[in-house]
């Protein structure tokens, strides 16, 4: 927009709705209004109005369709242009419309209008002229600290009205406050943990690139409980020392582990960060969108939806963790935090720092090949050495019938709780049993919805669809054959391995630790606090608990089932084991106490759990890479799924057999499906599959767009576009 244009010419806006529509939509600016790109405004939208943002501006008028004009332009900070390039780039990325790039950036509509206020009451120093002990209770409370009239009453222990008559009398003073306050300014100039050989080289290596500015990715690449939070806490230090208003945002896997980096920022900066999550509530989500639209929240901690927040001036992000698979999320607007991240550093010119012991295999790839800078940390810090690792082979070392847990793990174990060390039992399932099965006629208890085994629970009674969410209570008889307590259970989940840890070691105390047994953050973090605390002897858990935690006493690691991930048959499956079981292992022996993980497997001499008895990861990667370069799979090739679902299976199949018949091939691309996924019906709806895949020079997103655009879909059938696919479901 040029500075002299006369403000009395007509202008267009172009406004970008937060809806599933494939354009921006045209309006009139009325006379009189001054709007910019990037403004929040209300237009009308049929019947109704919707909030959006000015995406493009140009004089003229509709010609002879007049347009609509711009109803209101919002009081809130405007959207950077890195940030609407940022939504372009994606959208077109993830081959979706850009409205709905942009209802994920605004997920608290709360936080484009100011802070809501409430009133607070400040002593005045005047006395009023009739004094009673409740009057005086309450001008105490008020001097203690300001609050609100029914805050000071309840502090006073008397009614409202005494408040009031103060105020009347002219002793308290009323006066505004926002509910939602500013976020503390990060103090950098606090001293860290002092930093070893290791971690002094590659603190100075990121203190360096963020010394140099602009868009740069770089893999911290250090062994588990190396010190890599401390080593970036150091790249954010030099940072915020440097540029008064840079943000910096730390994306975490897990919101569990929210809680833990919060006391790390708290002791490192003396504020603890403000916080991103589905778990937050609507006052704190509100005041964290808008204090980081307004660029005042310097320091940001969140989980994978965080990446689509309107930073003014993003210029750090790390991605903690970085192989994590939470990042990819599955359903709805389907993405990758951490591919994300990396074009939103290069668009918003920020230095990018992606986290991990267990690299993923993409990352390491651009980091060998140069596109990103390589920091290693080899050891441990402190004192802490690496875990020792050892397999059970359980051919040889069987545990009875109807246990999990071999003779040499719990003979380990014993030894551990005797020591009074603590002991991490890792099973990768939720529940009580995977399956439920009626001994009389064979029946196995499935979802009526995707045909999959429910999973018993014990805690609640239930039988669970771990896919769709379907339960009910665990009948008495069986739905089959009517045979009254036929049904039984089969094989293990975290809830059975408790148990049978509880019986055996009837003295320990046994918790779990699973999305399920932690209910909410609080949970989590309460969980956390015993753990940490040594109040728990035996830990068993899932994923959750293999991630990121520093349980100083915990010294043993028992893998019930290492062969569990072997099986996945997914393209990413052995690298996947690798890390879990990396990253599981390493959360032993953390601090003065060295740690041991014992893996009971059938099959010792697969070659993930040989490269991890070896330490030998690159040899592991780089035979997982060969094959992968020689498949033609990510990252050396590209890949892209659609996603077809609807009631109606025949529209369905011939709906896929047209979108087929339509795609635009090319020798460089290949089409597999429509196929019948293993997930054929979810919730009623029936599933069809798309497989693209494509040399690592096509643009696999301007392909998957181009396709889409050459068969029209009924309205009863869904189409979702999964650019880099990690299920295969
Ligand atoms: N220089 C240091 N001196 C003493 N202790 C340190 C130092 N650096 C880190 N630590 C401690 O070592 C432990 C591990 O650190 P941290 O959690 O950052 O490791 P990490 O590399 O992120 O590990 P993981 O990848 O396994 O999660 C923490 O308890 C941390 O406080
Ligand atoms: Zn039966």
């Known amino acids: 927009m040029s500075a002299n244009r006369d403000p009395s010419a007509p202008q267009i806006a172009t406004v970008l709705l937060p809806l599933p529509l494939p354009e921006a939509f045209d309006y009139a600016v009325p006379e009189g209004m001054e709007l910019n790109e990037g403004d929040h405004v209300v237009v009308p939208l049929g019947k109704r109005l919707s909030h959006g943002v000015v995406w493009g501006l140009r004089d003229g008028t509709g010609g002879n369709r007049p347009l609509k004009p711009v109803s209101e ?55 009023p002229d009739r004094m009673t002990p409740a009057r005086q209770a309450v001008l105490d409370a008020a001097t203690q600290e300001p609050a609100s009239g029914a805050e000071l009453a309840r502090r006073a222990g008397v009614s409202p009205g005494v408040v009031k008559g103060l105020a009347d009398a002219g002793a308290l003073r009323a006066e505004a406050r926002d ?45 588990t409980g190396s010190g890599k939070t401390e080593v970036y806490l150091e790249a954010i230090a030099e940072l915020l020392r440097r540029e008064p208003d840079a943000q910096v945002l730390v994306l975490l896997p897990e919101i569990a582990l929210t809680q833990a980096v919060t006391a790390r920022f708290e002791e490192r900066f003396g504020v603890s960060p403000a916080l991103w999550h589905s778990a937050i509530g609507p006052t704190e989500r509100r005041r964290a969108w808008r204090e980081i639209a307004a660029g005042r929240a310097r320091l940001i901690a969140g989980a994978r939806s965080a990446i689509f927040l309107p930073y003014r001036n993003l210029r750090l992000i790390v991605v903690d963790e970085e192989h994590d698979p939470t990042y990819k999320q599955d359903d709805g607007l389907t993405y990758h935090a951490r591919d994300l991240a990396v074009a939103r550093g290069k668009i918003e010119g920020a230095v990018t720092i992606l986290a991990s012991a267990t690299p993923s295999l993409e990352t390491l790839v651009n980091a060998r090949a140069g596109r990103y800078g390589h920091i290693r940390l080899a050891a441990r810090a402190g004192s802490a050495v690496l875990p020792e690792i050892e397999t059970i082979d359980l051919r040889e070392h069987p545990p009875e019938p109807g246990h999990w847990l071999s003779p040499p793990l719990t003979a380990a174990m014993a030894g551990t709780i005797a020591r009074g060390e603590q002991v991490l039992l890792y099973l990768n399932r939720r529940g009580y049993a995977p399956l439920v099965l009626c001994r ?10 995707t045909d999959r085994w429910l999973v018993e629970h014990r805690y609640t009674g239930r039988l669970i669809c771990h896919t769709t969410g379907f339960s009910m209570p665990k009948p008495k008889a ?21 148990e049978e840890a509880a019986l055996r070691f009837p003295e320990a105390r046994v ?3 699973s999305s399920d047994s932690a209910a909410g953050p609080n949970g989590v973090r309460d969980l956390i606090a015993r753990m940490e605390a040594g109040e728990i002897d035996i830990l068993v858990g899932t994923q959750i608990a293999a991630k990121g935690h520093n349980f100083p006493r915990l010294t043993l690691v028992g893998v019930v089932d290492a062969d569990l991930g072997l099986k996945g048959g997914d393209l990413r499956a052995g690298e996947r084991t690798y890390q879990t079981l990396v990253q599981v292992a390493g959360r032993a022996g953390r601090a003065d106490r060295p740690g041991r993980a014992l893996l009971q497997t059938h099959e010792p001499e697969h070659e993930a759990i040989q490269a991890l008895l070896a330490g030998d990861r690159d040899s592991f990667l780089d035979l997982e890479a060969l094959m992968r370069e020689q498949l033609g799979l ?5 890949l892209a799924a659609l996603v077809m679902s609807g009631s109606d299976e025949r529209l369905l199949v011939e709906t896929a057999r047209i979108a087929a018949a339509a795609a635009p091939l090319s020798d460089d691309v290949k089409l597999f499906g429509p196929a019948e996924p293993p997930l054929a019906v979810v919730r009623g709806r029936y599933r069809r599959r798309f ?8 643009d696999v997103s301007a392909f998957m767009a181009t396709w889409m655009a050459r068969f029209k879909l009924p309205s009863s059938i869904r189409a979702r576009v ?8």
């Open 73 to 127: 332009r919002l009081d809130a900070p405007p959207f950077t242009a890195s940030m609407r390039a940022f939504i372009d780039w994606t959208a077109r990325y993830l081959a979706e419309n850009p409205g709905l790039v942009l209802q994920a950036t605004l997920r608290s509509r709360g936080g484009l209008s100011p802070s809501p206020t409430e009133t607070l009451y400040h002593p005045t120093g005047q006395m």
């Open 179 to 223: 509910i939602d306050q500013p976020f503390p300014e990060p103090d950098p100039y606090r001293d860290g943990l002092v930093l070893n050989d290791g971690q002094e080289a590659a603190a100075t290596q990121l203190r360096r690139l963020v010394a140099a500015g602009g868009f740069q990715a770089a893999l911290l690449d250090g062994v």
């Open 440 to 449: 009389a006629c064979g029946h196995k208890m499935k979802s009526p919805d």
């Open 478 to 498: 069986c739905p089959e054959c009517g045979a009254v307590d036929s049904l039984t259970s089969v094989g293990p989940g975290v809830e059975r391995v408790a």
């Open 511 to 513: 918790e779990v630790f």
């Open 634 to 638: 990510p990252p050396f090739g590209r």
């Open 691 to 698: 497989l693209v895949q494509a040399q690592r020079n096509v």
């Open 722 to 729: 999964d650019i880099e696919p990690y299920s295969f479901l």
